[in-house]
Every structure is written in C-alpha cells, then in structure tokens.
C-alpha cells in the first residue's frame, strides 16, 4: 500500500469512533405501554349492627280504647357503610303492618293492618319515602350523579289504621310489615 493511501486508511479508522458516537445517540427508541384496568359499577346496602333490622312498636293499641296508640315510634336504623362506585339509585318501598294470624276479613268496626310512611334518608339530599296507604309513591326512589359512600338512616313515622282512625286493631301476636331499602348503579 502507499503513503497516500495509508494516510487515508489511518485518517478513515480515526474517525470510525464520532461516527459510531454519532450513531450510537441516534440509536434509541421508547416505547410506551399503557396499563388498563376497570371499576364495575357496584353498590353495597352497608351493614346493620346487632338488633338493627327490626322496627319493634310494641303494643299497637291503647289499651283502654283499643284505637291505634298516637304516640307509636321506633329510632332509625343505620345502614353503616353504604356505597355506590357510580351514579345511582335508592329506592325505598314498604308493606303495611298486617295481622299474621287473624287472616280472615275483619268484622265491622276493625281493621287487621296498619299504614304507615318509612323513608331513607342520607344518600340524597331528599329522604326517599314510601307510604303504605298511597296509591302511587314518586318520591319512593331518588337519584344522585355521583358516586357517593355514607351512611343511610332508615325510618318509620306517621302512623295510621287501614281503613280509618275510627277502627280498632283485630286482636293479634304478630303484626308484620317490611321496609326495603334497594340501592342500584343508574344505567
């Protein structure tokens, strides 16, 4: 090989290095991935502590007039611990306080049922409310728009005999009704 040559060949490896400098900072690529996941929509009704699932009146009647009592209350019960992860419903519904025993029609001048108006009150700003006696019960079911967790106060008021104050209560050991407090994701 001559000079000349050499010369170039020597000057071309002096510069393979910045070349492959050059090269090596043009080199580097990214990638992103993206990390998914979801949350159902899903509601929980909360919990109830010891006897809380029972509204116990007590002796419906004034016992010197057998009328319904004016003065009957129980306190509300807690639902502790409620949630919605989204958008949701309650709805509350109820069932008058019937005789389980006396099942037959009930002579004149009585009654074997109770009315009465149970509400839910704490998810939304206006207690969802049902009355056994209405024909229709609107407020029965309120929607909030957003997720929500808290506690739900559940009660039972207003009072009155099936049929009219004037009659009295069929003698019975169980009278029964029911409160349903329904909490649902909104579509």
Known sequence: MNARALTLAAIGL????????????????????????NVPALCSGGTLS???????????????TGFLRTD?????????????????????????????NF??????GFSRSVDYTATASGWTT???SFTTSAATNTAAKQTRSTAFTGDIAVGVANFATTGG????LVADTNYRGTVTVTLAAAN
């Open 14 to 37: 002096g510069s393979l290095p910045i070349a492959a400098h050059a090269q090596e900072a043009t080199s580097t690529d990214t990638k992103t991935f993206v990390v998914t996941g």
């Open 103 to 108: 099942t037959a029609t009930p002579p004149s």
């Open 126 to 128: 206006t207690p969802a």
């Open 72 to 100: 009957l209350s129980a306190p509300a019960r807690t639902l502790a611990g409620a949630y919605c992860s989204a958008q949701s419903t309650i709805t509350v519904a109820a069932t008058p306080l019937a005789a389980q």
């Open 165 to 168: 104050n004037a009659l009295r």
């Open 50 to 64: 010891g006897n809380q699932g029972t509204f116990d009146l007590g002796v419906l009647i004034n016992t010197s």
